[in-house]
């Protein structure tokens, strides 16, 4: 079994940027591939963003630039660097993992987080 927490959300402006962090226990994480989903209201949730167990990232066309993920494995914990935020960016973000590699469907995931809500206001 693998618990994860995300933390790091809140209320930011327009333009400013949050870390997102999802920290793990559990098995070894280091062999886990990662991803954050996010969830706006009345929609469905979706991939943003993912790192695998060797450190290869994949991010959604949509946030390419300003969202970079990556993990600190003797931390066991998967950070979500959010910059230039939008309003659009508001949803609840998850973290969820799988063992092996990144997978887009979010089917494919084992393990999920409770959430963490950001809110960008303009």
């Known amino acids: 079994q693998v618990q994860l927490v995300e933390s790091g959300g809140g209320l930011v402006q327009a333009g400013g940027s949050l870390r997102l962090s999802c920290a793990a226990s559990?098995?070894?994480?280091?062999?886990?591939?990662v991803a954050w989903f996010w969830q706006a209201p009345g929609k469905e949730r979706e991939l943003v963003a993912g790192i695998n167990s060797r450190g290869s990232t994949y991010y959604a066309d949509s946030v390419k630039g300003r969202f970079t993920i990556s993990r600190d494995n003797a931390e066991n914990t998967v950070y979500l660097q959010i910059n230039s935020l939008k309003p659009e960016d508001t949803a609840v973000y998850y973290c969820?993992?799988?063992?092996?590699?990144?997978?887009?469907?979010?089917?494919?995931?084992?393990?999920w987080g409770q959430g963490t809500q950001v809110t960008v206001s303009s």
């Open positions: 559990g098995r070894t994480f280091s062999n886990y591939a």
């Open positions: 969820a993992a799988r063992q092996d590699f990144l997978a887009t469907r979010r089917a494919a995931y084992d393990y």
